[in-house]
């Protein structure tokens, strides 16, 4: 199973954009990239997926570089209620496994 | 409203008596999920099930059971708990028809602790 890797911790100062990265050298082809996050004391929340062109939604970008071995999580207006741990996880939609290996994530604290 | 239910959210029991988590989705997802989530191990998963009557192994199966008798339905059994399995545990459902973007739909979370 492809792994990710994202750093332990992030902080950004409200009002501001913030740049979530992960990496994932080891993606093949079929690799969906997905991102949650989990806000203090709920369940994950979806936020964005993709697979290789930059994606847009309500909540955040994605954009995934040419190579699909890193993508990055935009938040373009950090607020507080964005405070939440961060997951980058990849799901394969052709070899038929539906396992997901969420990680630690990126916990990011956004200071007033 | 679309949710995930799960029933209790807190629960402490002792060791080898027998429980049973109850997981539930009003979405007709084919694909439900359980977690468990541990301080600095993140969320694993424990057992998935594409449709009724097939479930699967996760990364840290032992010591559960899952049953999916029903399309709704998917209970996380713990025959014997013990001490290692006090956790948080969440369920997840995703809706795998044509068109669907797999978006995970998790539960508000069990709190387990096994004495």
């Known amino acids: 199973d492809a792994k990710t890797t994202q750093p332990n911790s992030m902080e950004s100062n409200e009002e501001e954009p913030v740049h979530l990265p992960c990496n994932h050298s080891t993606i093949s082809g079929t690799d969906y990239i997905h991102w949650y996050r989990q806000l203090p004391s709920q369940g994950p929340e979806y936020v964005i997926h993709g697979l290789t062109s930059n994606v847009n939604n309500r909540m955040a970008s994605l954009a995934i570089a040419e190579d699909r071995k890193s993508s990055t999580l935009i938040l373009h207006r950090a607020t507080l209620r964005d405070a939440a741990v961060y997951y980058c996880?990849?799901?394969?939609?052709?070899?038929?496994?539906?396992?997901?290996?969420f990680g630690t994530g990126t916990r990011l604290k956004v200071l007033a | 409203e679309a949710q995930v239910t799960q029933n209790p959210r807190y629960l402490i029991t002792v060791t080898g008596k027998k429980l049973t988590v109850t997981c539930s989705q009003n979405?007709?997802?084919?694909?439900m999920s359980w977690y468990r989530q541990d301080p600095g191990l993140g969320l694993r998963q424990i057992y998935y099930?594409?449709?009724?009557?097939?479930?699967d192994k996760g990364d840290v199966p032992e010591g559960y059971k899952v049953s999916r008798k029903e399309k709704r339905n998917f209970p996380l059994i713990l025959e014997s708990p013990s001490p290692n399995q006090t956790s948080l545990y969440f369920c997840?459902?995703?809706?795998?028809?044509?068109?669907?973007?797999?978006?995970?739909?998790f539960g508000p979370g069990t709190r387990l602790t096994v004495t």
């Open positions: 996880i990849l799901r394969d939609l052709v070899s038929g496994t539906y396992k997901y290996i």
């Open positions: 099930s594409m449709n009724v009557e097939v479930t």
């Open positions: 997840a459902s995703i809706s795998l028809g044509t068109g669907a973007i797999y978006e995970q739909y």
């Open positions: 979405m007709n997802h084919e694909y």
